[in-house]
Nanobody, 124 residues
């Protein structure tokens, strides 16, 4: 079993930055792809960014391209999401996910393990 724990969420003003972290423990898969999704109140969970284990393939949602950067440190079993130029519409619970098959997918159905989420609130 893999456990994923997110941290780094909080309240920030529009235009500000936050860095989310996700630590994996338990039976980790070094080749697993990692991703971030988010879910705003009353909306479906949506893809934000994903990265393969070599960091050679990365995907972003159009809404965050140029503002967010996903990265990982395999030695620490960690994945990060640097979020800059935050907007009120980025407000959501952000979830870390892992796909043991290593695909850089954009659908939540492709991911096997999920964290509990961390709240990000951007005020205008």
């Amino acid at each position: 079993q893999v456990q994923l724990v997110e941290s780094g969420g909080g309240l920030v003003q529009a235009g500000g930055s936050l860095r989310l972290s996700c630590a994996a423990s338990g039976r980790t898969f070094s080749s697993a792809a990692k991703a971030w999704f988010r879910q705003a109140p009353g909306k479906e969970r949506e893809f934000v960014a994903a990265i393969n284990w070599r960091s050679s393939r990365i995907a972003y949602a159009d809404s965050v391209k140029g503002r967010f950067t996903i990265s990982r440190d395999n030695a620490k079993n960690a994945v990060y999401l640097q979020m800059n130029s935050l907007k009120p519409e980025d407000t959501a619970v952000y979830y870390c996910a892992a796909d043991q098959n290593g695909r850089v997918g954009t659908s939540s159905h492709e991911y096997d393990y999920w964290g509990q989420g961390t709240q990000v609130t951007v005020s205008s």
